[in-house]
T-cell receptor
Framework: GAVVSQHPSRVICKSGTSVKIECRSL??????MFWYRQFPKQSLMLMAT?????????EQGVEKDKFLINHASLTLSTLTVTSAHPEDSSFYIC????????????FGSGTRLTVV | GQQVMQIPQYQHVQEGEDFTTYCNSS?????IQWYKQRPGGHPVFLIQ?????EVKKQKRLTFQFGEAKKNSSLHITATQTTDVGTYFC???????????FGQGTTLQVKP
């Protein structure tokens, strides 16, 4: 089945620093990947759609300059949280789709970001 | 914008009791998907419904898609402790193709 690998699983960083999160489709090519953010005991909020070879599409209210998305290849999308602040602490999850009817959207294992 | 509403937010049941969560969209969906997320984990795909009025079963789980393709439900018969987790519906907008998640229903099962 489709597998999406996300790294790191946990990261603690200081305020003002930047953090890069990687999302890889391991056994399929993904022209589109999605980045979600989830606060404790809440639902997943779509942040942006990552498109291979072109600019990401951001949801309303998501700062493009703060959450930089790069989708340089068909198997890799990265999310960089720039100048992180404590309010950016959250669970970030990526997803990609291969064979929607069978697998739906496959999610990475998520990244727990804590900004101190 | 498009909204997907899901109720209830929490449900506590005794093991063996049934459980149902409901999902409603403000717009027509091209399809609806259901996911399960265990505490500390990531969402895991359960099923996708595409056709109006579609009903699918997975063992003790029954999924329904409304005739208007704007609502859906997940019913679990005779819950077990392994059913514990948060169940999300996620609708794919006919207009945008984006996957929008409902708020989720967290199920607790007392043994």
């Amino acid at each position: 089945g489709a597998v999406v690998s996300q790294h790191p699983s946990r990261v603690i960083c200081k305020s003002g620093t930047s953090v890069k999160i990687e999302c890889r489709s391991l056994d399929f090519q993904a022209t589109t990947m999605f980045w979600y953010r989830q606060f404790p005991k809440q639902s997943l909020m779509l942040m942006a759609t990552s498109n291979e070879g072109s600019k990401a599409t951001y949801e309303q209210g998501v700062e493009k300059d703060k959450f930089l998305i790069n989708h340089a290849s068909l198997t890799l999308s990265t999310l960089t949280v720039t100048s992180a602040h404590p309010e950016d602490s959250s669970f970030y999850i990526c997803s990609a789709a291969q064979g929607l009817a069978t697998y739906g959207y496959t999610f990475g294992s998520g990244t727990r970001l804590t900004v101190v | 914008g498009q909204q997907v509403m899901q109720i209830p937010q929490y449900q506590h049941v005794q093991e063996g009791e049934d459980f149902t969560t409901y999902c409603n969209s403000s717009t027509t969906l091209s399809n609806i998907q259901w996911y399960k997320q265990r505490p500390g984990g990531h969402p895991v795909f359960l099923i996708q419904l595409v056709k109006s009025g579609e009903v699918k079963k997975q063992k003790r789980l029954t999924f329904q898609f409304g005739e208007a393709k704007k609502n859906s439900s997940l019913h679990i018969t005779a819950t077990q402790t392994t059913d514990v987790g948060t169940y999300f519906c996620a609708g794919v907008s006919s207009n945008t193709g984006k996957l929008i998640f409902g708020q989720g229903t967290t199920l607790q099962v007392k043994p």
